[in-house]
């Protein structure tokens, strides 16, 4: 935390409160809270938005007592200020861009009193100076989300609230019950019903989605881009019902939605156009869990890269059927990993000899890894062969450092790692058996590995987790976990910032022989454009032992590339076959050469592609899968047409939905008052309006009520730092922690 993030929180397992001001050297329990004798007992820690102001909870029996600090520009924690609440606050999120402000859930003291439970509620509050004063907005809510700016950017105060429609009962069985979704701007003085009767909602940034029950049983998704100024249904290619939604990605222009039909093993992945309302299936049987979790992430730092599990035959949750997946061009299609060089000789089939990496739903430890701010490193730990497999005798710790395209064998065996100095440094630690050390590289293993040790004599720990610095530019860790054969927890920090031959050198001439430095560009195969351009960046060449400055930024070179096969993905009624780069039909009824009922201008008709959301390719001198643009009857090109001809990749309609992609028409005929009103009723007129008429001029989007009984929305893709390091986490130590200080230097 702080403008220098040297200040650092830990939370015991016996909910004490320990903290340092340089970084993680040295650490004492954070003390003087006023309001208790001693150190009192938290159950909840929130950082603000800026990353400089702390909240904590402290338990009770029918009151909670806040307590909140600030950190000034020197580092320094104030003293602690105390504000006692009644009830018990918990889900407490910060807003994203003001640091004072801050919502939260409370129980009320009915909760806790036999004779009152039948007015038990969760309450909504929330304050604007950091928690010194609290103000109730609305009583019996399920959770509640800040948003980002509309589509105006004057909302920075917009907040979405899920309520139960009845106020009385007590709320915790009321959770079977349908729900309204309300949306304030005023912090209550005006709240718009949104909707009613909801399965459930998410807000991920400006990016919201509502469940809703569909007519003909199972679930129907709405979605909306622009903090919900507009709402579109989301529409899948299948006919299969649809029971639970993770959402993985919504970064780049789309969104990544796992959607479990018939399997609670698996969903199938779909992968959104630039609104949110047209999917693709992207990726069948991807690995879930029922609350969400899924084996799907991004490679940080590069566009349009992901890693997956998919199962491959079976029906149950056997890893003998598994194997891992990349995609280069966000999702269009995806491919095997090949298996490292050096271990072929491990695969029983020469021809099936594969990379497979252990996913979130797999294996608790050692997880598709990256950061954003070193370019092209990506840690996994799995296996060579056909499939993946489960027994840890089988597995061993790969890193590829030209983002997936080839991979290496970094250690014999199952580790926890971390990467930090912009990809300058990579430390490691056993995660299956008690250790004394720590094993770290600064050239990427290409030398011997070094080592520390955590303590003098035979004393070892388990390791829990690794925590690198949160900008990723320092070379300090911190190491926690437990004392072998003691319940007694432990804190390790490190500075590595001595450990490199020297400082790197020659970043303003990369590819130059004296440089530290190179130009390169993530590719496939041999192709080196990804989402139709070629972007070279600055990094440190990975054969060189030297570290980064901590302030290091790599910059970059971009040109417009050709269209390729990976730039387009496949259109709404269509599939990947077998092979992974044929589109198939799977919507027999569908006929991409019959012209719409509705025709202005064009029509188009699709080849069964589309393209990648956010590609920048050129489809005129390269491949060219666009729709076929015909002219409707009647219509005369040059005659002030009212659309605009296809243009290239990123703006052009699909054959299948083209009735959403009518042009601008003048509608300044009979009946234009009912037309206007049911834009905000019906989702078809919506969506041919949308195309007509400036969203922001429609009334507001009533999604159609249903009468739901359950809740199957989640958020389930991979973390940046899976392995430790959201920002904002803070380690739990075992019981009373103690704490240790390493330097390589000394």
């Known amino acids: 935390m702080g403008a220098n993030n040297k200040v650092v929180f830990f939370l015991s397992n016996r909910y004490v409160l320990h903290q340092s001001v340089d970084g993680g050297a040295t650490w004492a329990p954070s003390s003087a809270f006023p309001g208790v004798t001693g150190n009192p007992l938290i159950s909840s820690i929130t950082i603000s938005a800026d990353r400089r102001r702390l909240m904590v909870v402290g338990s009770g029996v029918t009151r909670h007592l806040i307590w909140t600090l600030e950190i000034n520009d020197a580092g320094v924690p104030s003293p602690w200020v105390v504000n006692v609440q009644q009830g018990h606050f918990s889900q ?64 920075d105060n917009q907040l979405f609230v899920v309520d139960w429609p009845s106020k009385e009962g007590n709320y915790r069985r009321k959770f079977a019950d349908t729900k309204h979704v309300k949306r304030t701007t005023s912090f209550f003085l005006n709240t718009q019903t949104v909707t009613t009767d909801v399965v459930d909602f998410l807000a991920v940034g400006d990016d919201l989605f509502i469940v809703k029950k569909a007519t003909q049983g199972g679930l129907e998704m709405y979605t909306s881009i622009n903090a919900g100024d507009t709402w579109h249904r989301a ?93 280069y061009n966000k999702g269009g299609s995806w491919h095997r990993i090949p298996a490292p060089a050096e271990e072929r000789h491990r695969c029983r089939v020469a021809s099936e000899c594969y990379l497979n990496l252990h996913g979130s739903t797999t294996y608790s430890r050692g997880r598709f890894y990256s950061r954003a701010n070193a370019l092209g490193v990506l840690l996994g730990t799995g296996n060579v062969g056909e499939t993946l497999r489960e027994s840890v005798s089988d597995l061993n710790t790969y890193l590829s450092n030209d983002a997936g395209q080839t991979w290496t064998l970094f250690a014999n065996g199952s580790y926890d790692y971390e990467i930090s100095n912009h990809g300058g440094l990579i430390v490691l630690t056993p995660n299956l058996v008690s250790t004394n050390f720590i094993r770290f590289t600064s050239d990427e293993g290409k030398t011997d590995f070094k080592q520390c040790a955590f303590f003098e004599g035979s004393k070892k720990m388990e390791v829990t987790d690794i925590i690198a610095e949160p900008t990723g530019g320092q070379a300090q860790f911190i190491v926690y976990g437990r004392i072998t054969g003691t319940s007694r927890g432990v804190v390790v920090h490190f500075d590595f910032s001595g450990v490199g031959e020297r400082d790197c050198k020659g970043e303003k001439t990369p590819g130059a022989a004296d440089s530290d430095y190179e130009y390169w560009s993530p590719r496939f195969g041999t192709q080196e454009c990804q989402l139709g351009e ?7 060449k990975p054969d060189v032992d030297c570290l980064n400055p901590t302030d290091f930024t790599s910059h970059t070179v971009q040109e417009v590339c050709k269209c390729t096969r990976e730039d387009y993905e496949c259109d709404e009624a269509y599939y990947l076959d077998q092979d992974g780069t044929t589109c198939i039909k799977w919507d027999q009824d569908f006929d991409p050469k019959e012209r719409p009922s509705t025709c202005h201008d064009y029509w188009y008709e699709t080849k069964g592609y589309r393209p990648v959301p956010g590609t920048k390719c050129d489809y005129k001198t390269g491949i060219n899968l666009m729709p076929i643009q015909h002219l409707c009857p009647g219509f005369v090109p040059g005659a002030a047409p009212t659309s605009n001809n296809v243009s290239g990749p990123s703006d052009a309609p699909s054959g299948y939905a083209l009735f959403l992609l009518v042009p601008f028409i003048a509608v300044l005929v009979a009946g234009i008052a009912l037309f206007y009103a049911m834009t905000g009723r019906n989702q078809a007129v919506r969506s041919f309006a949308t195309k007509c008429l400036p969203e922001s001029i429609l009334p507001t989007f009533r999604v159609p009520t249903e009468h739901v009984a359950y809740s199957a929305l989640q958020q389930g893709g991979g973390d940046e730092d899976l392995m430790g390091g959201e920002p904002d986490a803070l380690p739990v130590a075992d019981n009373d922690a103690e704490s240790d200080d390493f330097d390589p230097r000394k």
């Not at 439970?117 to 989300?145: A, M, N």
């Not at 609670?264 to 991807?286: C, H, K, M, T």
């Not at 070629?534 to 440190?540: A, E, G, I, L, T």
Request: hydrophobic residues 30%; aromatic residues 16%; charged residues 25%.
């Open 92 to 155: 407490l999120e910060p807003h994203p861009k003001h640091p004072e402000w801050i919502g939260a859930l409370s129980e009320n003291a009915y909760c806790y009193d036999a004779t009152t439970q039948d007015r038990c509620s969760q309450d909504f509050y929330f304050s604007i100076d950091w928690g010194k004063t609290w103000r109730l907005g609305l009583t019996y809510v399920s959770e509640f989300s800040w948003a980002d700016a509309g589509i105006d950017g004057n909302h």
């Open 235 to 327: 529409r899948f290619p299948h006919s299969k019902l649809e029971n639970r939604y993770s959402i993985l990605d919504t970064t780049e222009g789309s969104v990544f939605i796992n959607i479990e039909h018939d399997n609670w093993n698996w969903g199938d992945v779909y992968s959104s156009d630039s609104y949110a309302e047209q999917f693709a299936l992207s990726l069948a049987r991807n690995p879930r869990f029922p609350w969400g979790t899924s084996d799907f992430s991004r490679v940080y730092g590069l566009d349009g890269i992901y890693i997956a599990n998919q199962y491959i035959g079976g029906g149950e949750r056997d890893l003998e059927v598994m194997v891992t997946k990349m995609s």
């Open 534 to 540: 070629r972007v070279s960046y600055v990094r440190r």
